[in-house]
């Protein structure tokens, strides 16, 4: 009899009342992340094909087009060199959007990581784990960036070390704050009356429970990465021209604000849709990882 | 309270002296010294070497940190290297602007950003979603304003257009109205993001709390809606604010470079980049410990005021 | 009458004002009001005038005797000005315990003698026509009361006592320097009595104090779109037209570099008129060689590199380097990547030459600079003695990390025509040998005229007499406001 | 119907509410047409399952109702104010003075960062307009009589620094300082200790009584409604399916649904077990319309009308309605069908039958001397650690297929005992032997599952880390363990949050019973859960112990069920055991003062016992914990005590062959 319940677990008449794996079903569910696909696939999808656009490259001056009004051939106008800003723009997103999820993404990892060991062992470990996440936070980042650019030079990896630097302790002690408000569940009781080991429970209850709230701190973390990225360039620590990051086009063109506001205005909009999407994304994700939200 | 302080103390201590060694090699590791920093376009690398060795930087690295620690034990911060002033009197003029401007921008920010918070939670709460999500909308993309844009646009407006505030100027404390008027727009530029970020703290603390027991409690009491929100909830609510106060007062520290170059305030921030960019060890060093004392007087001070707020926090 | 106050941009930090160990352009600029040289520079044609030393001769361009002007009087109650000072200041310099960096251009000095209060003889190991250059009124050749330095001690770059038209009368690093006129200066007093010079960091701000009339003058604006702005607003752009030149440093130590033609295909690649033009018609001109062209040996007969791309790819083909190449472009990260280097960028790839940027900070950018470890980089050197240039750049003595010959050029034949121009007598003979080494130079190529810079500081219209001499330095014993 | 003008007497009157919920999937009509009167004095219950309204229709009364609850129709009267339609402004007016609310959580229920004073003083000002001295003095006044010793000093204090006993009454002494007409009470007993509830339960009697205040309860436990009520409502799925005197109700309950609920307690007299009534499937969604009788489909009396027409509510005694179309609600043949269950074991030890009594004989479980501290230390390193002595030297033993019943009041340390057995906490001195394994059931079922696993996942996790067996063994093992709690495989693929609150401590059972244990261990696994419900867990429970000769040690506060269950109790008190003996025999004749006055508490569901009965409250709380007595922990209390309790502990000792207990006096 046993043998045919198997089966029937795993055919596809089996009553999986919700969805488990994000996938089609996910997009059904959720109206935030639907909007924020809205925004956001657009955007990546002009950005992926921008090659394709009957655009000038990035890079490509043009002296006979300075600071030209946004019109037909040039949708965003062009800057102080006649390049196209609407270009530049999308090459810019492809840049930020590195940096953003780049650090977003190492910083949740050594979040989950350290703040999880931390949390969760406590004591000796989580003594000197937070001790050295209070000294780096008492360390002013700008000379962690400044260090780090001195010795390796600008570039794309360098920013984002240095704001992943700045970020990773905020993100350890959210993760271990996380941990210890976990450690105490029931359910972790429950796994430890089983006689399941340390490694297991971290893997299986701590690490998936604290996914949520952290998704939601990665998607601010990644919205601000792309605008610290922009204050870098300006202290001239970030990603330098000519190649173009959302950052240094704002940046650039914010000195030409009263003669062509375009310049930065435009890729500045840019920046407030991918962030409201990341919002609404990271909001989505959130509420779909949440079986409670299920019924 | 007393022993409880003592023991952040040594806490200090010890944190301040990782702080210090870190700083000290990541400084000496960073290519280029305070005599290259000086050389600008016309310097000569013989003449260099000279300078090099009036500063005093020929001297082998670990008698240099070992001085430097002699120096911080007895309390000797020394002169910075590139202009010979004493850096104890560059830190009592820029530490009082910093901490005037830091103030006034937690306060300003608290006084719009906490109501607007509160605001937005009680709407959220009641379901009347337009004005929650205006709020927090608008609050998320004034997170997202660089302030290097803001500063320009504020300056355009309200110094230009306006004439409301100065451009540039002494920042003297001598004339209470005149400094505030200098000091207004880099705190209303700094307040920008400080309000996005307190009315989103506001306003997650809030919402959680009003759906707490005694919440209805009160309401079961008569108390007005309103009275309910700011007497009560906000009060549950402050933890965490107070929490976001304290970094926020941190990183007002040390994260106000932007917009003390913009607004030439010379402040704590602009005094550090400075020490950076002249590899002005001694000034950079001192500055640091500077930073690390007052970080964890904040945490200190944070905690006592949770103290103060919920009388359930063990220190 | 009022006392008139004017109220001056400063855009950097002030550092002290010890002319042994003055830098940075702007703190020169207000010790260039504070001390005298023996001989200053004429604000409008940049011709070396008198100062402390009323008149001066040499028979030989080794012997110097300057007289000095009496009754000059010291700022601060010093009392009077003798020649004991002049001695005790170029001793001071020269001292190595002083760590001058400037005491390399005395270095020629053999002797000074002081006969009288008033008569200064300065002997040289070797014949130099430029030398009242080197005693004017910068770094080096500014003089101080022998009093005065010693009342200060160790602060002595923070009470700064000369016999210029204003002394110091407070500095707060931090927001202002205040110069007050000297009532007893040998000219007469200055018709201001009180500068301010409010620091005022960011370009845009400063403009904007200057819009809204917190400030009377800007000293140096350097963004183009900030001008345009105040000249439409009716504002008076102070200007000094090409004051010095920007050189693109080629290392010729790199294999490609070390090729002539890459370097003149370099050349033929841009279209630096052009770019200039575009970008900032009021701050830069295109250039054609290393000296001015108001310097008196300047020459226009030089080669010229006209915008040819076919040509450059040609050269580039024939130096075996038709695939393209690959050359690093050190900068320092605090200016960040500018316009024009953007447009080299883009023009350069179009002959299949990637000019990758090594962005650093300051430090490490003067550092790896000095020490002559880049690929190209640029360098601009403020000068009015075409020697302090020419030597400076081409003579192997002062091949880096020793001096700013970063290029590490070596020709003997340049060399020695320099060095014969240096010591001839004859005038016309002199000027036939500058214009050859300027003609081999342009030639050869180790330093490339990338553009001439303007100096502009916008003001008020009311400001006048602001005369920007070629160091971009301004008199303010010149400037009066209405 | 028309609305009748309110005479003097009444003091509330609801008329046909109909109160919603407009939530994103639905509308929930938590309340759907609730009609009654409440004279002046009276004292209504409104019991009924969880989710049927009984929260929704209290909050209505005063428009406490949270978003998005929205009262839709009907009219309520409270002393001549049209509650329903008056501005918020004049509302606030009546909240607190005219109405008083007491909730069920005293922990949450008051301001955590206000001093008491704060929270009391102002609304008596401003209701009663009296001066702040005034007021404080009222509040003071108020503050002793809840039985607050010093008012004085205890005005001063946070909640947090007061038991939760004493937060009810401070709950109370606010609800009730402005002299309120009409008290609306949530549940305000549920998270107390059996002996503060009866403290609180006979308070409020009191109280009411004085001041003829009118009062409408809220409450699971029908013992506390047949100790307390006049009036007892019934609702179920938003409407009030029987109204009427308590002890008519409770004599002769006429809906099915009340039946049900009245048979699906232990009964407290009956020394032999029946198998517990079940109510059998769930109450219905309220978000989707009902046709007929909400009740129809769970009802045994079901008949064709039920499923096409709701039943009005009509007369069937005195002051008592009901809304069902069978005149008597079920039949006696359906009561009939109940099973009786297994003897208790400790009879059978007295059984001739040598092997079977030998292999009773063999423990599973035994500890010995048990101890467990903890240190609370102060961040300051040099003040004292304060030590918690949880457990204080216990030592029980539990044999095979047997089942001990812990019993004692909140902090007595049962968790503790519990959580020593499982190995979850290492003991400070003592040992413990386990023949075989112990598992856990816990109380919040729903807490002690990882809400990201499924169902599937969190039976299968036991076998996934001890490395048993195959993928394919696990799912058939799940499979099997699924059937024998009662559940559907279809519930495999779920998430918890998917669940009721029975189905979920059904999963957490089988969980349990995944590795074959030799002990299950269940604190307090019924008191999160609903009156039918419990039924059918106990049950369960009863089964499992005998198919499987597991044995159990169940910690309940709920001392019928434990009676019911157990076969052997243990009551402890302070960390320790002071009276260990065969269930029904402790029960019977209690032998320890304490055990008496918890077994005094108890309510029973019989309202002529009840009222029959005189309560001799045990007074005072409980004495801290950090403190450790000199003399019998019980001395603050006893209403025996002698000068010899305050300075000699009295051990655990045998009293006769099967029982023991720790009292110098136990007669
Ligand atoms: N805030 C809310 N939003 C949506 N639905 C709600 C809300 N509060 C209650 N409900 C629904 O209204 C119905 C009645 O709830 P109510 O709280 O009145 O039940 P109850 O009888 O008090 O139950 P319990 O005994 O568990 O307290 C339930 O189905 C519940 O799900
Ligand atoms: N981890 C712990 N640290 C400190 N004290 C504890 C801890 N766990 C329990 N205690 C204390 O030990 C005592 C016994 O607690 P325990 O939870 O065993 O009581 P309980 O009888 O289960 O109470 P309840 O009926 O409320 O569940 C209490 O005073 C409690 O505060
Ligand atoms: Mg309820
Ligand atoms: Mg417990």
């Known amino acids: 009899m046993s043998k045919t319940l198997l089966a029937t677990i795993k055919t596809p008449g089996f009553h999986f009342p919700t969805i488990s794996l994000p996938g089609k079903s996910l997009l059904n569910i959720n109206k935030k992340m639907r909007i924020a696909l809205l925004i956001l696939v657009p955007i990546l999808l002009l950005t992926a094909f921008s090659s394709w656009l009957p655009l000038p490259g990035p890079l490509q001056t043009n002296l006979r087009a300075i600071m030209q009004w946004p019109s037909l051939a040039h949708p965003f106008g062009t800057d102080r060199m006649g390049r196209d800003v609407l270009s530049r723009t999308l090459s810019g997103v492809q840049v930020s959007l590195l940096v953003g999820f780049s650090v977003a993404l190492i910083s949740t990892c050594f979040g989950i990581v350290l703040g999880t060991v931390a949390g969760f062992f406590g004591k000796f470990i989580d003594r000197a784990i937070m001790s050295v996440v209070d000294i780096f936070l008492a360390f002013p980042s700008l000379l962690l960036a400044i260090g780090l650019v001195s010795v390796v030079g600008t570039g794309l990896w360098p920013v984002i070390v240095a704001i992943t630097l700045a970020d990773v302790p905020r993100f350890i002690r959210l993760q271990r704050s996380l941990v210890l408000s976990l450690r105490s569940r029931a359910y972790i009781d429950a796994a430890r009356t089983v006689k399941a080991s340390q490694w297991w429970i971290m893997r299986r209850h701590i690490v998936p429970n604290t996914i949520a709230p952290l998704l939601v701190t990665a998607s601010i973390a990644a919205a601000h990465a792309i605008l610290v990225e922009a204050s870098l360039s300006f202290l001239g620590l970030g990603i330098m021209p000519p190649a173009p990051s959302l950052g240094n086009i704002i940046r650039d063109g914010q000195t030409y604000l009263e003669q062509a506001w375009w310049i930065s205005t435009m890729p500045g909009l840019v920046i407030l849709l991918i962030a409201l999407s990341l919002h609404f994304l990271s909001d989505g994700i959130r509420e779909a990882l949440d079986p409670r939200a299920r019924k | 309270m007393l022993a409880y302080s003592l023991k952040r103390l040594l806490q200090l201590v010890v944190s301040t002296f990782g702080v210090v060694t870190l700083v000290f090699f990541t400084l000496r590791l960073i290519p280029g010294d305070a005599a290259a920093a000086l050389a600008g376009d016309t310097i000569t690398g013989e003449a260099l070497e000279r300078l090099r060795e009036q500063m005093g930087l020929n001297k082998p690295i670990l008698a240099q940190y070992l001085t430097y620690l002699w120096d911080l034990v007895t309390l000797r911060f020394g002169e910075t290297i590139t202009t010979g002033l004493p850096i104890s009197g560059l830190l009592s003029q820029a530490f009082p602007i910093t901490l005037s401007i830091a103030l006034a921008t937690i306060t300003l920010s608290l006084i719009i950003a906490v109501p607007l918070g509160a605001m937005a939670a009680f709407m959220a709460h009641k379901g009347r979603k337009t004005l929650d999500n205006l709020i927090t909308t608008a609050a998320m993309l004034a997170d997202l304003m660089p302030s290097f844009w803001t500063g320009l646009v504020f300056l355009l407006f309200f110094s230009l257009m306006l004439g409301l505030f100065p451009a540039s100027g002494m920042v003297s404390f001598d004339d209470p109205v005149t400094f505030l008027k200098r000091i207004a727009l880099p705190v209303m530029v700094l307040s920008v993001t400080q309000i996005a970020t307190m009315a989103r703290i506001t306003r997650t603390a809030v919402l959680e709390v009003l759906s707490e027991d005694y919440i209805r409690t009160a309401r079961s009491l008569g108390w007005s809606e309103v009275r309910v929100l700011f007497r009560h909830a906000l009060k549950n609510a402050a933890l965490p604010i107070v929490t976001i106060v304290g970094l926020s007062f941190g990183s007002l520290l040390n994260g106000t470079v932007i917009v003390e170059f913009i607004f030439t305030i010379p402040g704590l921030g602009s005094l550090l980049v400075n020490g950076i960019n002249s590899r002005d060890y001694q000034l950079v060093q001192t500055l640091i410990v500077f930073y690390a004392l007052f970080f964890v007087s904040v945490n200190l001070v944070t905690d006592l005021i949770y103290k103060q707020i919920d009388p359930r926090v063990q220190l | 009458a009022q006392d008139k106050t004017l109220r001056v941009r400063f855009y950097d930090d002030p550092a002290g004002f010890d002319p042994a160990s003055i830098f940075r352009i702007e703190n020169e600029n207000i010790a260039f009001n504070i001390f005298s040289g023996l001989t200053t520079y004429d604000s409008t044609t940049g011709k070396v005038v008198p100062d402390l030393a009323e008149s001066w001769s040499t028979p030989d361009n080794i012997t110097w005797t300057f007289k000095l002007r009496h009754g000059v009087k010291w700022q601060k109650g010093y009392g009077e000005f003798t020649s004991a000072d002049v001695l005790y200041s170029f001793s001071r310099t020269r001292d190595p315990a002083t760590a001058s960096p400037y005491a390399t251009d005395l270095a020629g000095i053999v002797k000074i003698e002081t006969p009288d209060d008033y008569t200064v003889v300065i002997q040289l190991n070797a014949p130099d026509g430029n030398f009242v250059h080197t005693v004017a009124n910068y770094h080096q050749g500014q003089i101080l009361s022998k009093k005065a330095v010693e009342a200060a001690g160790k602060q002595v770059r923070w009470q700064p006592v000369g016999t210029g038209p204003y002394y110091l009368d407070s500095v707060d690093v931090n927001s202002r320097i205040v110069l007050k006129r000297h009532k007893e200066y040998y000219k007469g007093p200055a018709p201001i009595d009180t500068i301010v010079f409010q620091i005022i960091k960011d370009e845009a701000t400063s403009t904007i104090a200057l819009r809204k009339g917190e400030i009377d003058l800007a000293m140096r604006a350097n963004k183009e779109e900030n001008l345009q702005t105040l000249a439409r607003e009716g504002f008076k752009l102070n200007k000094v037209d090409n004051y010095a030149v920007a050189l693109r440093v080629h290392n010729l130590s790199n294999k490609a570099l070390s090729d002539i033609r890459v370097r003149q295909a370099l050349a033929h690649a841009i279209d630096y008129e052009a770019i200039s033009k575009a970008t900032s018609p009021s701050l830069q001109a295109a250039a054609h060689s290393m000296l001015m062209p108001w310097m008196d040996v300047y020459t226009p007969k030089v080669p010229r590199y006209e915008f040819d791309q076919a040509k450059a790819k040609k050269l580039l083909a024939e130096a075996g380097y038709a695939k393209g190449l690959t050359i690093k472009n050190l900068s320092t990260s605090a200016q960040g990547v500018t316009e024009f280097q953007q447009f080299e960028i883009d023009y350069l790839s179009q002959i299949g030459v990637k000019m990758e940027m090594e962005l650093v900070d300051t430090p490490t950018f003067n550092q790896r600079r000095n020490n002559g470890d880049f690929d190209i980089t640029t360098r601009l050197l403020p000068a009015v003695n075409p020697d302090m240039i020419l030597f400076s750049f081409l003579d192997p003595d002062n091949i880096a990390p020793k001096g700013l010959n970063g290029a590490r050029y070596n020709n003997s034949k340049l060399m020695a025509l320099l060095k014969g121009a240096k010591a001839e007598v004859d005038p016309s003979k002199r000027l036939r040998m500058y214009e050859e080494v300027q003609q081999i130079a342009m030639t050869d190529l180790p330093y490339f005229p990338l553009y001439t810079n303007n100096v502009v500081w916008p003001g008020k219209p009311g400001v006048t007499g602001v005369k920007i001499n070629y160091l971009a330095q301004v008199n303010f014993y010149e400037v009066d406001m209405k | ?667």
């Open chain 4, 1 to 667: 119907m028309t609305f009748m003008p309110v005479d003097t007497e009444t003091v509330l009157r609801v008329q046909d509410l109909h109160t919603h919920f407009f939530t994103d999937t639905g509308i929930v009509k938590a309340v759907n047409g609730v009609s009654f009167d409440l004279l002046r004095g009276e004292r209504v219950a409104i019991v009924g399952e969880s989710g049927s309204g009984k929260s929704a229709m209290a909050m209505s009364l005063i428009r406490l109702l949270a978003f998005p609850g929205k009262i839709v129709s009907g009219r309520i009267d409270v002393a001549g104010n049209e509650v329903a339609s008056l501005p918020e402004s004049e509302l606030n007016k009546i909240r607190g003075s005219l109405v008083g609310t007491v909730f069920q959580d005293p922990m949450s229920s008051l301001d955590p960062v206000m001093r008491v004073s704060d929270q009391m003083i102002p609304p008596v000002m401003r209701h009663l307009e009296v001066s702040h001295k005034e007021g404080e003095a009222i509040a003071e006044r108020w503050l002793g009589r809840v039985g607050i010793p010093d008012a004085k000093l205890t005005i001063r204090a946070y909640p947090f620094e007061m038991s939760g006993g004493m937060r009810q009454r401070v709950m109370i002494a606010m609800a009730l300082s402005c002299n309120p007409r009409l008290i609306i009470a949530d549940e305000p007993t549920t998270a107390l200790d059996v002996t503060i509830q009866a403290q609180i339960v006979e308070l409020l009697k009191d109280l009411t009584a004085e001041t003829g205040a009118s009062m409408l309860f809220v409450t699971h436990d029908l013992g506390l409604v047949a100790r307390f009520a006049h009036k007892v409502g019934v609702m179920y799925a938003g409407k009030l399916v029987e109204l009427g005197p308590a002890a008519d109700v409770f004599a002769q309950p006429r809906h099915p649904y009340t039946q049900g609920l009245l048979r699906s307690i232990p009964d407290a007299a009956d020394g032999t077990r029946k198998r517990l009534f079940q109510i059998p499937g769930f109450p219905p969604d309220m978000r989707l319309p009902i046709v007929g009788c909400a009740f129809a489909d769970r009802c045994a009396a079901v008949r064709d009308i039920c499923r096409t027409e709701a039943p009005e509510s009509t007369y069937r005694g005195v002051n008592h309605f009901a809304s069902c179309w069978a005149p008597t609600g079920l039949d006696q043949s359906v009561v009939e069908r109940q099973v009786k269950m297994p003897e208790r074991i400790v009879e059978a030890e007295l059984s001739p039958d040598p092997v079977r009594a030998d292999a009773l004989r063999s423990d599973v479980l035994e500890m010995n001397n048990i101890h467990k501290h903890f240190v609370r230390r102060s961040i300051l390193p040099w003040t004292e650690a304060k030590t918690v002595h949880a457990v204080n030297g216990v030592s029980l033993r539990v044999k095979r297929g047997e089942t001990l019943g812990i019993v004692g009041e909140s902090g007595c340390g049962k968790s503790t005992v519990a959580r020593l057995l499982l190995g979850l906490e290492e003991p400070t001195a003592g040992e413990i032997f386990i023949n075989g394994s112990a598992q856990m059931v816990f109380q919040d079922p729903y807490s002690s599952f990882n809400p990201k696993m499924k169902i599937f996942d969190i039976i299968e996790e036991p076998l996934v880390v001890n490395g048993q067996s195959s993928r394919t063994e696990r799912a058939d093992k799940v499979c099997s363990l699924v059937s024998q709690v009662g559940l559907d495989q279809s519930f495999l693929g779920r998430y918890p949050n998917q669940l009721s609150g029975g189905q979920r401590q059904r999963v957490a059972i089988a969980r349990a019973l995944a590795l074959d244990p030799s002990v299950v261990v269940a604190d307090e696994p019924t008191s999160a859960l609903d009156v039918s419900v419990r039924a059918q867990i106990v049950n369960l429970l009863c089964d499992l112990k005998d198919e499987l000769g597991i044995s159990f040690v169940f910690i309940s506060h709920d001392l019928l069920t434990v009676r019911y269950i157990s076969d052997r109790i243990a009551v402890m008190y302070l960390g320790e055991v002071v009276e260990y003996g065969p269930a029904a025999q402790i029960f019977d004749d209690p032998l320890h003062p304490y055990t008496r006055a918890l077994l005094l508490a108890i309510p029973t569901p019989d309202p002529v016992r009840e009222a029959a009965r005189k309560i001799e409250l045990v007074t005072g709380e409980l004495p801290s914990p950090f403190v450790l007595q000199k003399g019998c922990a019980f001395a603050s209390r006893c209403p025996k005590v002698a000068d010899r309790c305050r300075t000699e502990k009295p051990v655990l000792r045998n009293f006769s062959r099967q029982r023991e207990t720790a009292c110098h006096y136990a007669a």
